[in-house]
């Protein structure tokens, strides 16, 4: 006679932990500025965090803090929370950083490339091409970061591919113009298939130019339309 598996049923009525609330907040809020939901400067209210997510205010205090620390928010003692608008001289700094760090990270890439490597690639290319057609912005910038970070992970440096993940992350608060934009995105679904077929080319030399001007576009448009050059 066959077992049936009977579930706790306090399992079911259980509330997420503290820390997975707060890691929902920062992916939503995260999320939000990219897909240019939230702007720069715009005040992050405590008590809509609460009501959204329903949870306690710490668990907000916690999700805020932990956006502060990737570099999305700034909070301003006795003002609150805010989104984070960089100015022009921290986006150049940011970006020189991200170009030494991903060039460094082709460097470290295996040519010739494991084949099941390339096909992960090529299957993610796939799937944010059909994004990009479909205009379906969010699944574009999650499958983005899935794109990039499956191409840094063949580095075998675990410190290298955190440190660059870190400072595209550190950039999705610029990058909400250009996700928006048809044309970017035609550039960057063009882009990540030339890198894939300088790959298969064993060219490191073009991978090294490819990804270099693929961190272009969202850092110039930003620049354009940031108040200090209107």
């Known amino acids: ?3 049936v598996s009977v579930q706790d049923p306090s399992n079911s009525t259980r509330r997420p932990s503290a820390t997975s609330v707060a890691e929902d907040i920062v992916g939503s809020v995260e999320e939000d500025i990219v897909l240019g939901r939230l702007h720069p400067r715009e005040r992050l209210v ?6 959204r997510f ?4 710490h668990v907000v205090r916690q999700a805020l803090f932990q956006l502060e620390s990737i570099g999305l928010v700034e909070r301003i ?13 921290e986006v150049e700094q ?3 950083m991200r170009e030494i760090l991903e060039l460094a990270g082709v460097d470290a890439l295996p040519l010739p490339a494991p084949e099941q490597w390339l096909s992960e690639l090529e299957d993610i290319h796939q799937r944010y091409s059909t994004a990009v057609d479909a205009h379906d912005l969010r699944r574009v910038f999650h499958l983005n970061i899935a794109f990039h970070r499956t191409l840094f992970a063949a580095t075998g440096n675990p410190y290298l591919y955190e440190t660059i993940n870190e400072f595209a992350q550190k950039a999705h608060g610029i990058r909400f113009i250009a996700i928006a934009d048809s044309h970017s995105l035609s550039r960057a679904r063009h882009e990540h298939q030339a890198m894939i077929e300088a790959i298969r080319q064993q060219d490191r030399h073009a991978l090294r130019e490819l990804c270099r001007q693929h961190l272009l576009p969202s850092k110039n448009r ?8 209107r």
């Open 46 to 51: 405590e008590e809509d965090l609460i009501e």
């Open 94 to 96: 940011l970006y020189a």
């Open 54 to 57: 329903d949870c306690k205010r």
């Open 1 to 3: 006679m066959s077992q």
């Open 77 to 89: 003692r006795n003002r609150g929370a805010f989104v984070k608008a960089y100015t022009p001289e």
């Open 222 to 229: 930003y620049l354009e339309l940031h108040p200090s050059n």
